[in-house]
């Protein structure tokens, strides 16, 4: 039983302005449905001044991150939460999805009799939960913000409940989801309840903090006997990265991913595409490098495999792929392949991981102007957004044509756009750290996956638009596009034509562990 | 005497878990649950940890098995159908290859050493989870908060009916 005295020190380092952003987040989510209650007739006025305060909040994690020195680790709440300068850029990527989530959702939402604020609310405390995620520091935050990220995905993927696409979709992933959390749950208790054993060499005191797993598994014994070895760390251990991998949407662990991003709403479909899979990925680059480290020699085999089917998974099966959402989630298994592939450079590169965080950046970016370009064409039933809306749209649409080009080219990887540094720049790190082998599926995958996106450029720039109504439903809507989504739009296209040239402001940024 | 206890509630707890796997009604699955969370709730005592031994009792078999049972009134669940051969042998074959793991972790060579009880923190009242929880995880408990929040929100927003947009004050832009 603890003393006073140390429940005393315990409670001092409760630095609750350590998570003032999330505070703000979750207070402002409070707020807004406080606000709706009362003022059910200006919810236009309310709904803009959240988006208003987000950006305010937004603005205050950017002051947090050039605050914040290169390599100072904070450690605040017991160990529960761990602050860098890594976990304040994610800050900003989360906030920064979660503000063009919610343009999307209202660009979305506007046509539809679907209730607006519940959605904004969510996505609220969606990314306060992510915030929280990535910044965790022991077993128990970690779970907790995990289960609030996909109890929130869950209602968002079902949220146009009149689909039965998106019905279907909720339920795949709901059952997939507690599937993959309970294996993680259960590899999170089996490596509890081995570091918690007094009869093992460096007994850990708080077995579910990192840092502390991280030193049990490194302990040796007397008779030089190595935790990491015992077979019940590896279960636990394997366990913990299925159920990661499931999030991630690693091969084989991908089974849910086009069912749900065809089915879910455009904006959460963004949302599972960028947000979800980037903090998926810095957790599990933080258990990797931390709690896992001593059992790398192990775990890195099958991670390579996982990699390498990943990759190939992600570029072949998005071929003859005619729904784009189904394209966008098939595609997006590449793209996890490729940061899977710089996540094991990390170990031997130290700069790798800053080029996984600069690849997650620009593929956020032209993702979000694909899907802004895809939420003002998606037609009634959101779900069956086909190649044919896009014949000729460079025609009918300069400004939607021009920037699905470029967004589309970006993931593609062409030359002159962002997309192509960031991959190159995983791809010398593969190649410093030796995974050649790796490296050339990796290659492989990015010429064929040029094939498929440019199918999708072909259908925007060089095919005829079609002349008269077919009568099956795939007949244009006509989108109406608002001053700001004209604005989001550019500044997205722009950004990426101009970080494929210039990248030493966001190189620099991201030039850090 | 402890060891026959174990025993009889090791298999209280072990054998209706099979049985919700297996049953094919899912009242009778919800039934063995209850069971198998009894078992489960006495192993528990039997390691002095009375406090978790009452929550489980109380939440699982008291709150939410119940509400297991009220969806499946409600819904009017039938029984699944049965599952083919291949389904069986996979399912056999995963029990035995669990059953095996599980034995060599315990008594074969990836034992790890068995702990004294003594050894253990008590969990046995109330005080030790309420310190933990407001000190330790008080952040991680707050974030519960907002997961039950969304979860509440989350339930109404699929199942209420929607009003057209315009009897809502115009539509957003």
Redesign the interface.
């Known amino acids: 039983m603890p003393t006073t005295e140390e429940l005393q020190t315990i409670v001092a380092a409760n630095n609750w302005t350590a998570v003032l952003p999330e505070l703000l987040l979750g207070v402002l989510a409070l707020a807004l449905l406080m606000a709706d209650a009362f003022w059910p007739r200006h919810r236009r006025v309310i709904l803009r001044a959240t988006m208003a305060a987000q950006g305010a909040v937004l603005a205050y994690a950017v002051v947090l991150f050039l605050r914040a020195d290169p390599g100072v680790v904070h450690v605040y709440f017991a160990g529960s939460l761990v602050q860098t300068q890594a976990t304040e850029l994610m800050r900003i990527f989360f906030l920064a999805s979660s503000l063009l989530v919610s343009h999307l959702g209202w660009v979305y939402l506007q046509n539809r009799s679907l209730p607006r604020t519940e959605f904004f609310h969510i996505v609220l405390v969606v990314t306060a939960s992510l915030m929280l995620l990535v910044q965790a520091g022991n077993f128990v935050l970690f779970f907790v913000a995990l289960e609030t990220l996909t109890i929130g995905l869950f209602i968002l993927v079902a949220f146009c409940r009149s689909s039965r696409f998106s019905l279907e979709a909720a339920l795949k992933m709901l059952i997939t989801g507690a599937f993959s959390s309970g294996l993680l749950l259960f590899g999170i208790v089996l490596l509890y309840g081995l570091a918690g054993n007094p009869l093992l060499p460096g007994t850990a005191e708080d077995p579910l903090n990192f840092a502390q797993l991280g030193a049990f598994l490194g302990a040796t014994g007397a008779a030089g006997e190595v935790n990491a070895a015992q077979p019940l760390a590896l279960i636990g251990a394997v366990l913990i990265l299925v159920g990661v991998g499931f999030k991630i949407g690693a091969v084989p662990f991908q089974i849910w991913i086009p069912d749900v991003y065809q089915g879910a709403p455009t904006p959460v479909t963004a949302l599972l595409a960028v947000a979800s899979k980037a903090g998926g990925f810095f957790v599990l680059h933080v258990l990797l490098a931390g709690p896992l480290a001593p059992m790398w020699d192990t775990l890195f085999p099958a991670l390579a495999v996982i990699t390498a089917l990943t990759l190939l998974f992600g570029n072949i099966a998005p071929l003859g792929q005619h729904n784009v959402k189904r394209l966008m989630g098939l595609s997006g298994v590449a793209h996890a392949g490729v940061l899977l592939l710089g996540l094991l450079a990390a170990h031997t590169v130290d700069w790798a991981f800053a080029a996984v965080l600069f690849y997650l950046c620009v593929y956020a970016i032209a993702s979000f102007a694909v899907f802004e370009v895809m939420a003002h064409l998606s037609p009634e039933e959101d779900s069956d957004q086909d190649l044919t809306h896009y014949t000729g749209l460079m025609r009918r649409h300069p400004l939607l044509g021009g920037v699905l080009v470029i967004g589309v080219g970006s993931l593609a990887g062409i030359p002159p756009l962002a997309g192509f540094i960031a991959k190159a720049l995983i791809f010398v790190a593969a190649f410093q750290a030796g995974l050649y082998a790796l490296l050339v599926v990796a290659l492989l995958g990015v010429v064929v996956s040029i094939y498929y996106y440019f199918g999708w450029m072909r259908a925007a720039v060089l095919r005829e638009p079609l002349e008269e109504d077919p009568g099956d439903g795939r007949w244009y809507p006509q989108p109406v596009i608002a001053p700001v989504a004209k604005f989001v739009m550019v500044l997205l296209a722009v950004v990426t034509v101009v970080l494929g040239i210039y990248q030493a402001g966001l190189t620099e940024v991201v030039g850090l562990r | 005497m402890t060891d026959w206890l174990f025993y009889f509630f090791a298999a209280l707890a072990v054998v209706p878990a099979l049985f919700v796997a297996v049953s094919r009604k899912p009242v009778n699955a919800a039934m063995n649950m209850i069971l198998s969370l009894i078992g489960m709730a006495a192993l528990l005592v039997l390691l002095e940890a009375f406090f978790l031994a009452v929550l489980l009792v109380l939440v699982y078999a008291g709150a939410i098995v119940v509400l297991f049972l009220f969806i499946i009134m409600l819904i009017d669940a039938d029984s699944a159908p049965s599952s083919g051969v291949v389904t069986w042998l996979a399912s056999a074959l995963a029990f035995f290859l669990m059953v095996f793991?599980a034995l060599?972790?315990t008594f074969g060579e990836?034992a790890?050493?068995?702990?004294e009880r003594g050894?253990m923190a008590p969990a046995a009242v109330a005080?030790?989870f309420g310190?933990e929880l407001f000190?330790?995880?008080?952040?991680?408990f707050q974030?519960?908060g907002?997961?039950l929040?969304?979860?509440m929100?989350?339930v109404?927003?699929?199942s209420?009916k929607?009003?057209?947009?315009a009897a809502?004050?115009?539509?957003?832009?």
Request: without cysteine.
């Open positions: 793991t060599t972790l990836w790890v050493p068995f702990a050894d005080y030790a310190v000190t330790r995880h008080i952040l991680a974030v519960t907002f997961l929040l969304i979860a929100i989350g109404i927003v699929i209420r929607m009003k057209e947009p809502e004050g115009g539509s957003a832009q």
